[in-house]
C-alpha cells in the first residue's frame, strides 16, 4: 500500500520520520483543490452558526494555504457523513474566534487553524460509503483520512454533492456574503467552455425538466410547507447557481457534439460501405449476396441512426434555449446589482428627496426575499408611476416578519433571515428616515402576524420551525417591554391577522398538524378569543386586508398548492362569500389596500417560480393582471400604507 502511494504523483503521502503518516500530504497552494474539516453532531450548529470551521493547530500547515473562494467541506464524525458545499469566505489563519467550540467560551479552542465559511450551495449530505471512492488515496488507515484535497478529488465531490441540491424551502435560507466573480472573468471562462456569450433572450420553456432545480422552492404536498425541518437550509446565490449550470450545459453540449459527430462518421462509414461494396461487384454470386446482405443492413440502420440524429439535434436545441435563457437572467441580475431606482421603462439615480411621491399615492415594502438573498430594504413604492424608491434600510436583512403601524411609525418584528430567527423589533419614522430598536419580543418567531389596536401592538402565533405558536403578546410602551395575552384558540403558523373596529381577526395558517380554515376574533375589552365563521377552504401564508367593512382573504397554500382564490368576510352578516379569483397562484405576498384597490404584490407562485407580477382588484372589477414591473421577484415581504 505505501509503494503505491508512493507512486501516485502529487498524491504522494509523506511519512514521517517516526514512520508513520503526518497529517497532511504536503500539497502547494497550486496544487490544493479543497479542504475537508471535521466536526461531531455536538459541534455542526456552532459550526454553521459561526460560520466558522476549525483543525488543530498542526494542521495549520495546509489551512495557511486556504484563500477564499475555496471549496471547503464538513465531515461529521459523529454520524460519518459528508456536508457541502461550502467555500472559504477568508484566508485560513490562526484563532479567528480563540474561544470557539468551548464548553462556555472561557477557555481557548483546541481548534486554532480556522477559516470563515460560507455556503456555495446546500446540498444533502452523503454517508461516507459514497465519497470513499473519491478520495480512497487519502485513507490510511479504515477510518481515517487526510483533509486535503487535490484538485481531481475536489472535483469529484463537487460532483457527488451537486447530484443532491436541497432547494430552497419555504422558509428562507440563511444567506451569506455572495462569491462574486468578476463578470469578465466569469464570461472568459465560460467561453473557454464552449458557451456562447453573446446570446439572446429564448423561450425557457422547453428545456429539460431536470434542470429545473435552479430558485425552485419546496411546496410538496406529502411535506409540510411552512415546518420543514431543513431550517439550516443554505444556499448560494442565484448568481452562482446560474454561472455553475452555464458550465453545466456547456459540457452537456460539448458531449452531444461528439456525439452527433460519431453518428454521422458511422452513416457515412456506412454510405461508404456501400459504395465501395458497389466497386467490387463480380460475377461471383457470393459476392453479390454478400453485397445485397451489406444495402439490407445498412438500409436497416439509417433510420435508427436518423432518428438518433434528430434527438440529439434536439437535445441540443434544449441546452442552447437553457444557455440563453440563464445568460439573460444573469445578466438580469448583474444589472440589479446597481443602487438604481427602477421604473417600467427606464433607470435614474434619484434621491429620496427628488422623488416626491403623494403620501396617498404610494406603499412601502419592507424586506422579503428576491430569489437571490433576504433584504434589509425599505422601498417606497408608487404603482400609478411604477417606480421603487429606496429608503434607509433596516439594520439586518429580514424575511416573514410581521408589521404594524403605531403613533406614526412602522413596526417590524420577528421573521429572519434563513435559519435564523429574530425576536428583535425595529421602528421606521417615516418623517426622518430612520429606523430605532425598540423592546425585543419574548421568543423567536418567523412567519408570524401583528395588528394594532388602542394603540397597542400585538404579535400574533408564529412558528420557530419546531412548533406552532398559539400564544399572543402586547407591546407596552410603558412598560417598556412585550406582556403576554390571552393566547389564540389555536396554533397558527403562517397566519394572517387585520384590525377591523377595535377588534383583531387571525385567519387561517399551519397548526403543526394540518393548514386551518378557522377564523376568530379578539376584542381587547372582552380579553377572550372568540370563533367566527370559517373560510371555505384552508389557508396559511395567505394575506388578510379591509376594503369597505369587508375583510378579503387572498391567496395562500392550501396543503397541495398556491391558490388563486379570495374569500370575503362580512361581519354584519357573519359569513364567508367567494370573491373574484386573482390571475396567478400565489402565497407568501405582500398586499396593501391603497385608495380604493387592493394590490397584491410577488409572492410564491408554484414550486418553480417566485411571482413578479402585480395585481390591483377593485370592488366590481375583479382583479387586473396589471403591467407593472418596478418591484420585480419579491416574496416574505410586508406591505404597509399610512
Given at each position: 500500500m505505501d509503494a503505491r502511494r508512493k507512486q501516485n504523483g502529487n498524491k504522494v503521502h509523506v511519512l514521517n520520520k517516526a514512520s508513520s503518516y503526518s497529517n497532511?500530504?504536503?500539497?502547494?497552494?497550486?496544487?490544493l483543490g479543497g479542504v475537508i474539516f471535521g466536526c461531531?453532531?455536538?459541534?455542526?450548529?456552532?459550526?454553521?452558526?459561526?460560520?466558522?470551521?476549525g483543525l488543530p493547530g498542526n494542521h495549520m500547515a495546509y489551512v495557511k494555504n486556504i484563500e477564499p473562494g475555496l471549496p471547503l467541506f464538513l465531515f461529521n464524525y459523529s454520524t460519518r457523513r459528508l456536508h457541502g458545499i461550502f467555500e472559504a469566505a477568508s484566508p485560513g489563519t490562526l484563532n479567528i474566534n480563540p474561544y470557539a467550540w468551548t464548553a462556555d467560551g472561557s477557555n481557548r479552542t483546541r481548534y486554532p487553524a480556522q477559516v470563515q465559511i460560507r455556503v456555495r450551495l446546500h446540498c444533502q449530505s452523503v454517508d461516507e460509503e459514497q465519497f470513499k471512492a473519491i478520495i480512497h488515496d487519502n485513507y490510511y488507515s479504515s477510518k481515517h483520512f487526510w483533509f486535503e484535497l487535490d484538485h481531481a478529488q475536489t472535483d469529484g465531490l463537487l460532483s457527488l454533492l451537486s447530484s443532491v441540491v436541497i432547494a430552497p424551502s419555504t422558509f428562507v435560507p440563511?444567506?451569506?456574503?455572495?462569491?462574486?466573480?468578476?463578470?469578465?472573468?466569469?464570461?472568459?471562462?465560460?467561453?473557454?467552455?464552449?458557451?456562447?456569450?453573446?446570446?439572446?433572450?429564448?423561450?425557457?420553456?422547453?428545456?429539460?425538466?431536470?434542470?429545473?432545480?435552479?430558485?425552485?422552492?419546496?411546496?410538496?404536498?406529502?411535506?409540510?410547507?411552512?415546518?420543514?425541518?431543513?431550517?439550516?437550509?443554505?444556499?448560494?446565490s442565484e448568481k452562482d447557481l446560474i454561472y455553475m449550470k452555464l458550465k453545466e450545459l456547456a459540457l452537456n453540449r460539448k458531449r452531444l457534439d461528439q456525439s452527433s459527430s460519431v453518428d454521422n462518421n458511422v452513416?457515412?462509414?456506412?454510405?461508404?460501405?456501400?459504395?465501395?461494396?458497389?466497386?467490387?461487384?463480380?460475377?461471383?454470386?457470393?459476392?453479390?449476396?454478400?453485397?445485397?446482405?451489406?444495402?439490407?443492413?445498412?438500409?436497416?440502420?439509417?433510420?435508427?441512426?436518423?432518428?438518433?440524429?434528430?434527438?440529439?439535434?434536439?437535445?441540443?436545441?434544449?441546452?442552447?434555449?437553457?444557455?440563453?435563457?440563464?445568460?439573460?437572467?444573469?445578466?438580469?441580475?448583474?444589472?440589479?446589482?446597481?443602487?438604481?431606482?427602477?421604473?417600467?421603462h427606464e433607470t435614474a439615480r434619484?434621491?429620496?428627496?427628488?422623488?416626491?411621491?403623494?403620501?396617498?399615492?404610494?406603499?412601502?415594502?419592507?424586506?422579503?426575499?428576491?430569489?437571490?438573498?433576504?433584504?434589509?430594504?425599505?422601498?417606497?413604492?408608487?404603482?400609478?408611476?411604477?417606480?421603487?424608491?429606496?429608503?434607509?434600510?433596516?439594520?439586518?436583512?429580514?424575511?416573514?416578519?410581521?408589521?404594524?403601524?403605531?403613533?406614526?411609525?412602522?413596526?417590524?418584528?420577528?421573521?429572519?433571515?434563513?435559519?435564523?430567527?429574530?425576536?428583535?423589533v425595529e421602528a421606521y419614522n417615516p418623517a426622518k428616515n430612520t429606523w430605532n430598536?425598540?423592546?425585543?419580543?419574548?421568543?423567536?418567531?418567523?412567519?408570524?402576524?401583528?395588528?394594532?389596536?388602542?394603540?397597542?401592538?400585538?404579535?400574533?402565533?408564529?412558528?420557530?420551525?419546531?412548533?406552532?405558536?398559539?400564544?399572543?403578546?402586547?407591546?407596552?410602551?410603558?412598560?417598556?417591554?412585550?406582556?403576554?395575552?390571552?393566547?389564540?384558540?389555536?396554533?397558527?403558523?403562517?397566519?394572517?391577522?387585520?384590525?377591523?373596529?377595535?377588534?383583531?381577526?387571525?385567519?387561517?395558517?399551519?397548526d403543526g398538524k394540518g393548514y386551518l380554515k378557522s377564523v376568530e376574533r379578539l376584542d381587547p375589552r372582552e380579553h377572550s378569543w372568540t370563533k367566527v365563521a370559517s373560510m371555505t377552504s384552508p389557508r396559511s401564508c395567505h394575506c388578510l386586508l379591509v376594503m369597505n367593512e369587508k375583510l378579503y382573504a387572498l391567496g395562500g397554500y392550501d396543503g397541495k398548492e398556491m391558490v388563486t382564490s379570495t374569500e370575503i368576510y362580512d361581519p354584519r352578516v357573519g359569513s364567508w362569500t367567494t370573491g373574484a379569483a386573482m390571475n396567478t397562484k400565489r402565497g407568501y405576498a405582500a398586499a396593501a389596500l391603497l385608495k380604493k384597490s387592493l394590490y397584491i404584490?410577488?409572492?410564491?407562485?408554484?414550486?418553480?417560480?417566485l411571482a413578479d407580477t402585480i395585481e390591483c382588484y377593485e370592488e366590481g372589477q375583479g382583479w387586473n393582471l396589471t403591467n407593472l414591473k418596478a418591484v420585480g421577484h419579491r416574496c416574505f415581504a410586508s406591505a404597509v400604507v399610512f
Open positions: 497532511y500530504r504536503n500539497l502547494g497552494k497550486s496544487q461531531k453532531t455536538a459541534s455542526i450548529d456552532e459550526c454553521l452558526n459561526i460560520q466558522l470551521f440563511k444567506l451569506t456574503k455572495e462569491r462574486r466573480i468578476p463578470l469578465t472573468a466569469q464570461r472568459r471562462e465560460l467561453e473557454n467552455e464552449g458557451v456562447d456569450t453573446a446570446v439572446t433572450n429564448v423561450d425557457f420553456a422547453r428545456f429539460s425538466s431536470s434542470n429545473r432545480s435552479l430558485d425552485k422552492l419546496n411546496v410538496d404536498s406529502n411535506r409540510s410547507f411552512e415546518t420543514s425541518s431543513e431550517w439550516r437550509t443554505e444556499v448560494e452513416v457515412v462509414d456506412g454510405e461508404n460501405l456501400e459504395q465501395e461494396g458497389l466497386l467490387q461487384v463480380t460475377d461471383d454470386h457470393s459476392g453479390i449476396a454478400h453485397l445485397k446482405k451489406k444495402v439490407e443492413e445498412f438500409n436497416t440502420f439509417k433510420p435508427e441512426q436518423s432518428q438518433k440524429m434528430e434527438y440529439l439535434q434536439q437535445k441540443l436545441v434544449e441546452a442552447e434555449a437553457a444557455i440563453k435563457w440563464l445568460k439573460e437572467r444573469y445578466m438580469i441580475l448583474e444589472s440589479r446589482s446597481s443602487s438604481y431606482v427602477t421604473t417600467g434619484e434621491t429620496f428627496t427628488e422623488l416626491n411621491f403623494d403620501i396617498n399615492e404610494f406603499m412601502y415594502l419592507i424586506g422579503g426575499y428576491d430569489g437571490t438573498q433576504s433584504l434589509s430594504s425599505l422601498d417606497c413604492y408608487s404603482p400609478s408611476l411604477d417606480i421603487v424608491k429606496s429608503l434607509q434600510p433596516m439594520s439586518s436583512a429580514r424575511s416573514y416578519a410581521a408589521v404594524a403601524k403605531l403613533n406614526g411609525e412602522i413596526y417590524v418584528f420577528g421573521g429572519g433571515n434563513g435559519s435564523l430567527c429574530y425576536n428583535t430598536s425598540r423592546p425585543s419580543l419574548n421568543r423567536l418567531m418567523g412567519s408570524l402576524a401583528g395588528a394594532t389596536v388602542n394603540d397597542k401592538v400585538f404579535a400574533l402565533g408564529g412558528g420557530n420551525g419546531h412548533e406552532s405558536f398559539s400564544e399572543v403578546e402586547m407591546l407596552d410602551l410603558d412598560a417598556g417591554r412585550w406582556i403576554p395575552t390571552q393566547s389564540m384558540r389555536h396554533k397558527r403558523f403562517a397566519l394572517a391577522a387585520v384590525e377591523h373596529n377595535g377588534a383583531i381577526y387571525a385567519a387561517g395558517g399551519f404584490i410577488g409572492g410564491v407562485e408554484n414550486t418553480d417560480n
